[in-house]
C-alpha cells in the first residue's frame, strides 16, 4: 500500500481544514517546497498536493508551487483542485504533476471527463470520489449531490477508471479513524485503485486499510500534529 503525505496549499502556505471547512484553516508552514522535501528525505515517493484555493475559485492558481516541488524533489505527485478546463489540465501536467485528482467535472460534465480519461489515460486521472454521508460532494466540498458515492465510483469503472481517492469528509481532518466500512464496500465491489483518504489518526489506521486491501492511503493532519512521525513513515516505507 503506497503511503502519499497530503500537503493542502492556501495562500501560497501548507495548511489543513477541518471536514473541509475553510474558515477551520491552521496553517503549519509557509514553505510548501520545505514539507515536500522533508517528506522525501524520509523516504516518502509519493505526494498528493491540493490546490484549495483553485477549488475555491474553480480554476488551477498554485501551479507555481507545483512546478517547484516537481523540479525541486522526485516525488510522485498527484495533483487536486480547480481542475476545470482543458487548460488547466494543461497547466498541472506542465508544471510536473504526475497524475491529476477530478471530482467536480468528473460529476457535473461527465463527457468532459471521460474526454480527459481518453486522451490522458487511466494511469494520469484519478476519480476524486468525495462523500459525506455517501454522498458524492464537489466544489471544495462546498455542495453535495445526491448521487451515491460507491454508485459513482462503479459508473466510472465502466468507462475505465483505474484510480479513485475516496474522501468520507465527514472523517476528514478529524484524527478519529478511517472510514473503514465504506473503503471495505468499494473494494469488495469494485476493482478500482482505491487510495483512501480522511481520518487517518495512527499507524494502527495504517494497518487496518492495507488489510482491506487499499492501493494507497492519503495521510494529512495526523503527520502534522505528530499523531503519526515521519520516522515511523520511514520504517513503514
Known amino acids: 500500500m503506497r503511503l502519499i503525505p ?10 489543513r481544514l477541518s471536514k473541509g471547512d475553510f474558515s477551520t484553516k491552521k496553517v503549519y508552514n509557509s514553505n510548501p517546497l520545505e514539507v515536500a522535501k522533508s517528506f522525501e528525505e524520509n523516504g516518502i515517493k509519493n505526494l498528493h498536493l491540493v ?3 483553485g477549488a475555491k475559485s474553480k480554476h488551477i492558481v498554485n501551479y507555481k508551487i507545483l512546478e517547484s516541488i516537481c523540479t525541486k524533489t522526485n516525488l510522485n505527485v498527484d495533483f487536486g483542485g480547480g481542475l476545470k478546463s482543458d487548460n488547466d489540465l494543461k497547466t498541472a501536467f506542465e508544471s510536473g504533476a504526475r497524475q491529476v485528482s477530478v471530482g467536480s467535472v468528473a460529476l457535473r460534465q461527465p463527457e468532459i471527463f471521460e474526454k480527459w480519461l481518453q486522451n490522458y489515460g487511466s494511469d ?3 476519480l476524486g470520489a468525495d462523500c459525506k454521508d455517501r454522498k458524492v460532494a464537489t466544489l471544495g466540498w462546498m455542495e453535495t ?3 451515491d458515492v460507491i454508485s459513482f465510483i462503479k459508473n466510472y469503472e465502466q468507462k475505465g477508471i483505474s484510480y479513485v481517492i ?6 476528514d481532518g478529524m484524527l478519529e479513524g478511517t472510514s ?9 465491489e469494485t476493482t478500482v485503485k482505491l487510495i483512501a483518504s480522511g481520518g487517518v489518526s495512527n499507524i494502527d489506521d495504517l494497518v ?3 488489510a482491506l486491501g487499499c492501493e494507497g492511503v492519503i495521510i494529512g493532519k495526523a503527520i502534522y500534529e505528530e499523531k503519526i512521525t515521519l520516522k515511523q513513515l520511514q520504517e513503514l516505507c
Open 6 to 15: 497530503a500537503i493542502d496549499i492556501m495562500q501560497g502556505q501548507c495548511v
Open 51 to 53: 490546490d484549495l484555493d
Open 124 to 126: 494520469k486521472i484519478i
Open 145 to 147: 449531490s445526491e448521487i
Open 166 to 171: 475516496c474522501t468520507d469528509i465527514n472523517k
Open 180 to 188: 473503514n466500512n465504506l473503503y471495505k464496500k468499494i473494494v469488495d
Open 208 to 210: 487496518k486499510l492495507k
